[in-house]
């Protein structure tokens, strides 16, 4: 059996790479990164396959029919009912078709094949003041096939409806091989137009025999997406092919291009954000606001939103857009808006005109499908009831049932989404690690089920059914109309072909969930995970697939990061969740079966750049740097590892040797040796060795304090312990030395710390004239965690420990230049150091340059630079720092400007590693290139991190520099001052 098995896929492999000429894959990684969608559910595919084109389509069904394999068609794998699993053929449509095919701006009309990005569409249309109406929060990943078997929606719906109200014809095949193009109307027969003559006779046949049902089967309210639309067959609505079709779910034909409908968009608009005590209240008052024509009515309670700033007071908000022909007509409808709401139980408002604070708190909604996916108290939730949707005047009323229903069960959730469409989005802490949690799914799934129809409602309001809720379809439609349904899919895909166990015969909704084959206990690590309660597995769990890492539209201006490997390469396994995916089917076993050893996973993290971006950028806080560092210490432990990881993953031990040598290295770095050097250490030939300090910033120090004082205590309130990274000490004394100069000239007090533990706590702080060369240097073991050495990090972390311990017992700040250390020591060194509390104290007292002089210098007045600014704000600083202070700072010395987001591609070792430089260079063009080529020439190009300053010199642009150099410059010489 096995053996006949091997024969079929091998003979299914090659058919379809010699009838497809896109990508066909049957590899094991390429299977893994589609087993889910953003769902609760898993499903392992045989293969994927990218098609270039209609043809190519063609070709894998007739492949795929003759081997009687299922075919899923994906889009961007943001589905939440699990609609974008399956285990036959899935036909990936992000990799090629996704070209907008014409766009006619007097008809208001686009063509666009199914894997376009809706803000690809976006951006298109927005050139003649159009766009697409439909906007759900993943509008900058998700494809417009995806939208249209789904039937999406998003916020603007109460204006511009689904994107049912938006197609106006699709062109599909169906699994049999036949060419459907559906728009509305009928032909001379009373049939539609635009099917093969089996279909058209069929579907006619069809809808005379049940017009009685289909007029009477059907809910009335704006947001029923459930089921298969065949009301829309009727003669009285037009016999709109089109629209039954979308929401399908892939399972009627596989769309190959639609033509959509574009609406005009208003000139200005507004944000009114209205205050309620609480969610009851926000929920009842919601469709009172219908008849102001507001473009948006979203809500959310403060259980998700926190303490966001800019929202009025209150216990819950709807979100209310309002659009005019100018500004002002808008904020005067708005505000008129605001006036009728305070009538009606609002009980405060904020009006947001200004475009970037309205992007600020769209960024919380559109971010809670994520943020909702953990609770305050840290506990797990997940989707199942996402979207249900009922009548918009029951709302309120459904609301508390639904809470009553949740305590019933022993259940929490945050409810969120389009209140004035009477739609709800929750997670729910739903256990579906054991039998009995999962019992108490199934059950509160069927009793929610009764609540929803008994206020007339849908089980789906946007997402669609999938095999979340399709079981639950007889509940709502009746097993008369479910039967119709049945007809209707025997009739386009008699094969049973296309999306099985979706929408009709569906599988139970609590079969095939994504965390049956995970481990059943933690599995052993080395990071502590604190916020997942030390569970590798519940880390890797936080990826729940909204794909926010695969966003493409972020460009110069932009202050995210995530993800700048995908945005380099647009391969899914070089996103966040795409590496997520993979760890997943690591700790399952099934489809990656290598564990730890995994290649796989390996080749995904390899592009990693540990920039740290996902762990603020990612809704839920997935924090791949620190996976990437705990995969590549397993896989490498008792192994050989790469040149790179002896070479730059022990940089410190290298340059503290190499500092004596320092001329002589240099000069040899210019000479053919070099070359083989960097052969040698696996190291880019594209990349120039940078030059070593011949002063090192500590020797410098000792050598300076050897003139102007003897050993001295750390005793009073503004003496900082500034800290000597190894890339300031060796590759940039410059800045260590403008430092010393800037806090000196604030009033405070820096020192250096010793280079071995106090012997008597308490007493004198060592200063020898210098410090002993034999001793090893402090570090915060930054390179031997991006490498995977994480024996040797914490080695270095717990001498660190030992010696600033001591020094940190009285509140002294420890002041860090470069902020890839100051991560490392404010996340890594506590998670990898778990079991000694002085790490986590150590962790508290680290500063950036700019957060001590906020925090200990408030009132001393920086030096005027007065020119405007460009460059990037580090990837680490962005992730785990904060750069608040960095902000006052600049603005207080009259440096005009922001940095942008990204990552400059450098990124510590990953740069400069052999195989890495293209994609180093691409990460660095999305948007700090841009941003400092566009900059005026007087512009102070700010790049506190070494890397960053690094990229922008190799690539031949401008110099960068760090802000404590930037102010130094600005400082009046002292008397008798070194200037080193």
């Not at 990837?875 to 603005?891: I, K």
């Not at 960053?948 to 760090?962: A, I, S, V, W």
């Amino acid at each position: 059996m096995a053996d006949r098995t091997e024969t079929e896929k091998r003979n299914l492999a090659k058919e379809l790479a010699a009838a497809v000429r896109g990508e066909v894959s049957f590899a094991a990684a390429d299977r893994a990164l589609v087993t889910m969608d953003a769902s609760n559910y898993r499903r392992v595919p045989r293969a994927v396959v990218a098609p270039l084109d209609a043809e190519d389509v063609a070709a894998a069904l007739r492949v795929c029919r003759e081997h009687g394999v299922p075919v899923v068609p994906r889009g961007a794998g943001t589905s939440i009912a699990g609609q974008a699993t399956g285990v036959g053929v899935v036909l990936d449509f992000t990799r090629h078709m996704r070209r907008i095919v014409s766009l006619d701006p007097a008809a208001r009309t686009a063509v666009v094949q199914p894997g376009v990005i809706l803000d690809d569409l976006r951006a298109a249309a927005g050139t003649h003041g159009l766009t697409f109406g439909p906007d759900p929060s993943t509008h900058s990943r998700c494809t417009l096939g995806g939208m249209i078997g789904n039937n999406s929606c998003g916020s603007h719906s109460v204006a511009w409806g689904t994107t049912a109200d938006s197609v106006r014809e699709l062109e599909l095949l169906t699994y049999g091989g036949e060419r459907v193009r559906a728009g509305r109307g009928t032909g001379p027969t009373g049939a539609p137009t635009g099917l093969p003559p089996r279909l058209r006779d069929g579907v006619k046949a069809l809808v005379d025999a049940e017009l009685a049902l289909l007029r009477t089967g059907y809910p009335d309210l704006p947001r029923r997406i459930s089921g298969y639309a065949l009301d829309a067959l009727l003669p009285e609505n037009g016999t709109d092919l089109a629209r039954a079709l979308t929401g399908s779910e892939g399972t009627l034909g596989v769309l190959t291009e639609a033509t959509v409908r574009l609406v005009e968009t208003p000139a200005a608009r507004v944000l009114a954000v209205l205050a309620y005590p609480d969610e009851s209240a926000a929920a009842e008052a919601a469709h009172t606001l219908l008849p102001h024509r507001p473009m948006t009515v979203e809500g959310m309670a403060a259980d998700l939103v926190g303490d966001a700033a800019g929202l009025p007071k209150g216990g819950a908000w709807l979100f209310v857009e309002m659009g005019g022909a100018s500004p002002g007509e808008a904020a005067a409808r708005a505000e008129a808006l605001c006036r009728a709401a305070a009538a009606d139980g609002s009980t405060d408002h904020t009006v947001v005109t200004d475009p970037a604070g309205q992007r600020a708190l769209w960024r919380i909604r559109e971010d809670a499908s994520g943020t909702a996916t953990r609770l305050s108290d840290g506990s797990e939730a997940w989707p199942g009831w996402e979207d249900c949707a009922v009548p918009p005047d029951r709302l309120g009323p459904y609301l508390r049932d639904f809470r009553a229903l949740l305590t019933q069960h022993g259940l929490r959730g945050t409810p969120y989404g389009h209140f004035g469409d009477g739609c709800i989005h929750i997670r729910i802490d739903f256990d579906l690690l054991t039998a009995p949690g999962i019992r108490r799914f199934r059950d509160f799934s069927h009793d929610l089920g009764d609540l929803v129809v008994a206020h007339g409602g849908s089980l789906s309001g946007e997402h669609g059914d999938g095999q979340a809720r399709a079981e639950l379809l007889p509940k709502m439609y009746g097993p008369e109309l479910v039967g119709v349904f049945e007809q209707f899919k025997a009739l386009w895909d008699p094969a049973a072909g296309l999306n099985p166990g979706m929408l009709v015969h569906p599988a139970r909704l609590d079969e095939n969930l994504r965390f049956a084959p995970l481990p059943k206990g933690p599995v052993p690590v080395e990071f502590g995970y604190p916020h997942d309660n030390g569970d590798f597995s519940a880390a890797v769990r936080r990826c729940v697939g909204v794909a926010k890492c695969r966003n493409t539209t972020t460009g110069p201006g932009s202050a995210d990061v995530m993800c700048p490997s995908f945005r380099a390469t647009g391969e899914e396994q070089h996103s966040t969740r795409g590496r997520a995916r993979l760890l997943h089917e690591m700790l399952a076993g099934e489809v990656i079966t290598d564990g730890w050893q995994s290649p796989e996973v390996r080749d995904a993290l390899d592009l990693c750049l540990s920039c740290k971006g996902c762990r603020s950028d990612c809704p839920v806080g997935v924090d791949m740097a620190t996976y990437k560092a705990e995969f590549l210490h397993h896989h490498y432990e008792g192994r050989l590892r790469p040149a790179a990881h002896y070479s730059m993953g022990r940089l410190p031990q290298w340059l503290h040797t190499a500092a004596p040598l320092a001329p002589a290295l240099n000069a040899l770095a210019r000479t053919p040796l070099a070359t083989v050097a960097k052969r040698l250490g696996g190291i880019a030939p594209e990349r120039p060795i940078p030059a070593l300090a011949t002063e090192t910033f500590t020797r410098w120090w000792w050598r300076r304090r050897k003139t102007t004082a003897g050993n001295e205590a750390p005793s009073d309130a503004r003496t900082v312990i500034l800290w000597p990274d190894t890339f300031t000490n060796h590759l940039s004394p410059e800045v260590g030395r403008a430092a010393v100069r800037v806090l000196e000239a604030a009033g405070l007090r820096p020192l250096l710390p010793p280079t071995a533990p106090l012997r008597q706590p308490g007493g004198a702080f060592p200063q020898p004239a210098l410090p002993r060369l034999h001793r090893p240097p402090l570090c915060c073991g930054l390179t031997y965690i991006s490498t995977g050495q994480l024996d040797q990090a914490r080695r270095v972390m717990r001498r660190t420990v030992d010696v600033l311990s001591p020094l940190l017992q009285d509140g002294h700040p420890l002041v860090v230049l470069e902020p890839s250390c100051a991560a490392a020591l404010r996340t890594d060194l506590p998670e990898l150091l778990a079991d000694d509390p002085r790490a986590a104290r150590l962790a508290r007292s680290v500063r950036t340059f700019a957060q001590a002089l906020e925090e200990l210098a408030p009132d001393w007045q920086p030096p005027r630079i007065d020119r405007p600014i460009a460059g990037q704000t580090h990837c680490h600083q962005h992730a785990v720092l904060g750069d608040t202070a960095d902000r006052h700072l600049r603005a207080r010395a009259g440096l005009t400007g922001t940095l942008t987001g990204g990552c400059c591609g450098l990124a510590g070792n990953f740069g400069f590693e052999r195989g890495h430089y293209d994609v180093s260079v691409s990460c660095a063009e999305d948007q700090l290139l841009p941003a400092v080529r566009e900059s005026p020439e007087e512009a102070e190009i700010l790049a506190d991190g070494f890397s960053c300053r690094t990229q922008l010199e190799q690539l031949g642009e401008r110099r960068g520099r760090h802000l404590a150099e930037v102010l130094a410059e600005g400082l009046r010489e002292e008397p008798g001052e070194d200037g080193g």
